[in-house]
T-cell receptor, first 115, second 113 residues
Framework: DTGVSQNPRHKITKRGQNVTFRCDPI?????LYWYRQTLGQGPEFLTY????????KSRLLSDRFSAERPKGSFSTLEIQRTEQGDSAMYLC?????????????FGPGTRLTVL | DAKTTQPTSMDCAEGRAANLPCNHS???????VYWYRQIHSQGPQYIIH???NNETNEMASLIITEDRKSSTLILPHATLRDTAVYYC??????????????FGDGTTLTVKP
């Protein structure tokens, strides 16, 4: 399978705990995106990497959230001191080098439930 | 940043063409129109995109009006598996304001037997 993969697919945690999600992009895609999606809503942009550089962060990404892409390949998204409002689907997408378009391909998502 | 407006829901009979409209009246010259769909509990799936010309691929056709203020996604022969939420978004050219492409709530297409 050469698509975007995300792990774990499901995570249940208690309020106040820290969680970390992993995203493996399509091989050789240099751009990687994180989104959050709550029930009945469309995905909301969180942050974006080009190679290892984090180029953009949404206001949704509070100081409890941190994302890394240390070697420009896989990425991790960590949420510290989780709150019930963090319950959502966390989606990762990647895109490759093209002249001027940015077709993002999404992974299956990680569904987080905070009790 | 351009926003899109889509009907909340649509029905289509199996085997018929599904025509999904999208308004993006504030689109700027450097923004592409993208369509994705999302089947329940899965990640969004890329369908097609275009700048100003009509586009066709194995999944669908995209018709963009001459003034680029609206577009229509056409699924030529809808099947039950096409039941999904369809998102129309506008996205800037590469390396410019990547975060400004917002998904909105999409159109829930229900294909009925």
């Amino acid at each position: 399978d050469t698509g975007v993969s995300q792990n774990p697919r499901h995570k249940i945690t208690k309020r106040g705990q820290n969680v970390t999600f992993r995203c493996d992009p399509i091989s050789e895609h240099n751009r990687l995106y994180w989104y959050r999606q709550t029930l009945g809503q469309g995905p909301e942009f969180l942050t974006y990497f080009q190679n290892e550089a984090q180029l953009e962060k949404s206001r949704l990404l509070s100081d409890r959230f941190s994302a890394e892409r240390p070697k420009g390949s896989f990425s991790t998204l960590e949420i510290q001191r989780t709150e019930q409002g963090d319950s959502a689907m966390y989606l990762c997408a990647s895109s490759g080098e093209t002249r001027d378009t940015d077709t993002q391909y999404f992974g299956p998502g990680t569904r987080l439930t905070v009790l | 940043d351009a926003k899109t407006t889509q009907p909340t829901s649509m029905d289509c009979a199996e085997g018929r063409a599904a025509n999904l409209p999208c308004n993006h009246s504030t689109i700027s010259g450097n923004e592409y129109v993208y369509w994705y769909r999302q089947i329940h509990s899965q990640g969004p799936q890329y369908i097609i995109h275009g700048l100003k010309n009509n586009e066709t691929n194995e999944m669908a056709s995209l018709i963009i009006t001459e003034d680029r203020k609206s577009s229509t996604l056409i699924l030529p022969h809808a099947t039950l598996r096409d039941t999904a939420v369809y998102y129309c978004i506008v996205r800037p050219r590469l390396n410019t304001n990547a975060g400004k492409s917002t998904f909105g709530d999409g159109t829930t297409l229900t294909v009925k037997p």
